[in-house]
């Protein structure tokens, strides 16, 4: 049997998959929408903690509504996750009807054509539009192979891979952990594509010893306010007391003694969610959904220096004081917003948000 590799650093996965209790939308649209922030400011609580992707099933499945991919360091986290989670409003209407438990590990089987092949110990995922999630089981016979000739079929399976570079596999380990013995999930931006992989795979002589790979999931990669806004009921946006905008054009957000110096918060305004920094006593405000794949820009590392903020998810810069990309992969800018203060009220323009030049 497979001896443990010396020290490997792992890490914990959970693929939560979340079902709401039609009741739910019974409820009044202020409790709708308060439930909706509550929910989604819990979990942005664990950011930077665990590393947590929402991904919307609404209109793919019948049976789960929504999935949050969790990774942490160790299980306590996904425990106090879970635990905050059922407190909330929402909370009490949220089933889990399936969750799937694993760790990252090295592969036993050799790739040296393909190094990045089955060796990903952490967690990074893609700007990918869609995840292809199932927990997968082998037949015990597969366990009675010898080492290469296990090693031959895998050799298969990693050449007919090879023929859709665009998808990309992330497998983490159950034995013991879980009932199944791995978590495949699966990156890509075309389900044809992934369809295509898995019909040939069938055809591949590993393929005969699968035991188990159902069910599937194909899921929506989509900021976390956009999933919560799948689910009906009230617009999280919504939710927040409406500020009209006064006769100046300005419209009061937050009050600065919120927003200490150093700290950035997601607002809403008009039915637009912005993010507020306070970089060293200077309050700035662009639009919080990064424009590569909606990141919330609010929870995303401040340069002072530079007066920048990096996307939390695949580390696009964007200046703080015009909105432009000034590194990384987003393609477009965001807004900027002039802002104002009046005492301890910050205020925004909404009508002269600027877009400035795409760098
Ligand atoms: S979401 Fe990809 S850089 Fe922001």
Do not use: M
């Given at each position: 049997m497979t001896t443990l590799p010396p020290k490997e650093k792992r890490q914990v996965v959970r693929y939560g998959f979340y079902r709401l209790d039609?009741?739910?939308?019974?409820?009044?649209a202020e409790r709708q929408a308060s439930a909706k922030i509550e929910f989604g400011e819990t979990l942005e609580r664990y950011h930077g903690r665990l590393l947590l992707r929402p991904y919307g099933l609404v209109g793919i499945?019948?049976?789960?509504?929504f999935l949050l991919w969790q990774v942490a360091e160790d299980l306590d986290a996904l425990v106090e996750l879970q635990t905050a989670l059922n407190r909330t409003d929402l909370g009490a209407y949220l089933t889990i009807p399936y969750s799937y438990l694993a760790m990252t590990r090295r592969s036993i089987y050799e790739f040296p054509a393909d190094p990045g092949h089955e060796q990903r110990l952490v967690i990074q995922p893609s700007a990918a539009k869609y995840l292809f999630v199932y927990p997968f089981i082998k037949t015990r016979a597969w366990y009675s192979l010898a080492k290469p000739e296990r090693q031959r079929m895998m050799d298969e399976h990693v050449r007919v891979g090879r023929k859709y570079p665009q998808i990309r596999l992330n497998t983490t380990y159950s034995y013991g952990l879980d009932d199944q013995e791995f978590i495949v999930a699966f990156e890509g931006d075309s389900p044809g594509e992934f369809l295509d992989l898995v019909m040939e795979l069938?055809?591949?002589?590993?393929?005969?010893?699968?035991l188990r790979d159902t069910p599937t999931f194909t899921c929506v990669q989509m900021s976390l306010w956009d999933m919560l806004d799948t689910?009906?009921?009230?617009?999280a946006a919504e939710s927040v007391a409406r500020r009209p905008a006064r006769e100046d054009g300005f419209t009061p957000v937050a009050s600065l003694s919120e927003l200490p110096p150093g700290s950035a918060k997601r607002v809403y305004a008009a039915n637009e969610a912005v993010a507020l920094f306070n970089v060293d006593g200077t309050v700035y405000a662009i639009a919080?959904?990064?424009?590569?794949?909606?990141?919330?820009?609010?929870e995303g590392t401040v340069d002072a220096s530079r007066c920048t903020v990096t996307c939390p998810?695949?580390?696009?810069v964007f200046s703080l004081e015009t909105g432009r990309v000034l590194s990384g992969p987003p393609a477009l800018p965001v807004f900027a917003y002039r802002v104002k203060l009046e005492g301890d009220t910050i205020l925004i323009a909404l009508a002269e948000a600027h877009q400035p030049a795409i760098s």
């Open positions: 039609p009741a739910w939308r019974r409820l009044t499945r019948g049976d789960c509504d069938r055809d591949s002589e590993a393929s005969s010893y699968t689910l009906g009921g009230a617009g919080n959904r990064c424009s590569h794949a909606r990141a919330s820009l609010s998810w695949h580390e696009g």
